[in-house]
């Protein structure tokens, strides 16, 4: 399964989704190192390393797909 993170760095935080999950965009996914945007990793272990390497402090999981 595909993890996705959401590196908001204005907001100093990053949220793990899983793949589908509906506030995942599907196109136009911009990515700025400094602003952030959406990473894709193929197992949460990795998800969830680069979560701890991303900088932010507030670290999530989504409410809505539960990963
Ligand atoms: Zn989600």
Redesign the pocket.
Known sequence: MIYWLHIARQNDRTML??DR????PSHNITTDFWEGGWFEYPDKERALAAMEQSGTNDHRK?P??K?
């Open positions: 989704h899983k999950c509906p506030a995942v989504c809505l797909c990963p």
